[in-house]
């Protein structure tokens, strides 16, 4: 079992930066990957990059210019930094996280509860 808490959420001016956090504890050495997503208001929940093990990183194309993930391993964290934040970049922010068996090799997904980011311009 794998529990992630997101918290780093709030209110944020258009232009500034914003640092959310997803904290993994639990069966922290079954993760094999973690993700972060986003869901704005009236809109499907879409990826936003992902953190692989190993260190290997990836966002989305048309979010890398301001869009950045980190994971610090000591303390289990998966970090997304989103630089001039702009009103469209509000929404809910969720993380998840695969883990893998190894002794059936069977995969199981987790997920986070969530931490809201609101814009005001």
């Known amino acids: 079992q794998v529990q992630l808490v997101e918290s780093g959420g709030g209110s944020v001016q258009a232009g500034d930066s914003l640092t959310l956090s997803c904290v993994a504890s639990?069966?922290?050495?079954?993760?094999?990957?973690m993700g972060w997503y986003r869901q704005a208001p009236e809109k499907q929940r879409e990826l936003v990059g992902t953190?692989?093990?190993?260190?290997?990183?990836n966002v989305q194309d048309s979010m890398r210019d301001r869009f950045a993930i980190s994971r610090d391993n000591r303390k289990n964290t998966m970090y997304l930094t989103v630089n001039d934040v702009e009103p469209t970049d509000a929404g809910v922010y969720t993380c998840n996280a695969v883990t893998a068996d190894q002794k059936t090799g069977a995969h199981r997904l987790y997920w986070g509860q969530g931490t809201q980011v609101t814009v005001s311009s």
């Open positions: 953190w692989i093990a190993g260190d290997t990183v």
């Open positions: 639990g069966d922290i050495g079954s993760i094999g990957a």
